[in-house]
T-cell receptor, first 115, second 110 residues
Framework: GAGVSQTPSNKVTEKGKYVELRCDPI?????LYWYRQSLGQGPEFLIY????????DSGLPNDRFFAVRPEGSVSTLKIQRTERGDSAVYLC?????????????FGPGTRLTVT | GENVEQHPSTLSVQEGDSAVIKCTYS??????FPWYKQELGKGPQLIID?????GEKKDQRIAVTLNKTAKHFSLHITETQPEDSAVYFC?????????FGAGTRLTVKP
């Protein structure tokens, strides 16, 4: 079946602009995760949804970052007043079970570049 | 919180040789240890995982070992092939917290 998909694959924006990154999880997966991956590093946890609610948002770096999952499927990561330091690959993953102790299936990521 | 260290950062082997990547973790309560393979321009792909109640797990050419006392776990790839070339990440998780290592770039030379 279809895997996790993310759009856009690449996004270039100017400093100070607002961006939205979209994630379509595997159908039927109740858990959804957002990570940020900087060059040469492993993924860094941002936020985790179980259904429609954010079960853990402790990884969001500041209040410029926000994510929603209104119907328990598609999720959108929103970044306000982008800064050059926000440049990274943003990865989404989904899992048939919640928490962090089960297999996660990753999408290809969105490469965000803030100029 | 959990801290995961991964070694080596780069590894080059000849096709057919074995490759070993090692990770250590800091939180003794961590109970799930996945390994991911990431190819250029793609997201990480789960290749094998192990839970804290198991010492070793094998899947064809890939095996993972866990030493809870020493808080380290390792990925073993036997009979390496050029298509094994990628960046490999280990991770350790507890409850709602998963931490990844910095990655190992494996190159398999034909």
């Amino acid at each position: 079946g279809a895997g996790v998909s993310q759009t856009p694959s690449n996004k270039v924006t100017e400093k100070g602009k607002y961006v939205e990154l979209r994630c379509d999880p595997i159908s039927g997966h109740t858990a959804l995760y957002w990570y940020r991956q900087s060059l040469g590093q492993g993924p860094e946890f941002l936020i985790y949804f179980q259904g429609t609610g954010a079960a853990d948002d402790s990884g969001l770096p500041n209040d410029r970052f926000f994510a929603v999952r209104p119907e328990g499927s598609v999720s959108t990561l929103k970044i306000q007043r982008t800064e050059r330091g926000d440049s990274a690959v943003y990865l989404c993953a989904s899992s048939p079970r919640g928490g962090m102790s089960y297999e996660q299936y990753f999408g290809p990521g969105t490469r965000l570049t803030v100029t | 919180g959990e801290n995961v260290e991964q070694h080596p950062s780069t590894l080059s082997v000849q096709e057919g040789d074995s490759a070993v990547i090692k990770c250590t973790y800091s939180d003794s309560a961590s109970n799930y240890f996945p390994w991911y393979k990431q190819e250029l321009g793609k997201g990480p792909q789960l290749i094998i995982d192990i839970r804290s109640n198991v010492g070793e797990k094998k899947d064809q050419r890939i095996a993972v070992t866990l030493n809870k006392t020493a808080k380290h776990f390792s990925l073993h790839i036997t009979e390496t092939q050029p298509e094994d070339s990628a960046v490999y990440f280990c991770a350790a998780s507890i409850a709602n917290d998963m931490r990844f290592g910095a990655g190992t770039r494996l190159t398999v030379k034909p």
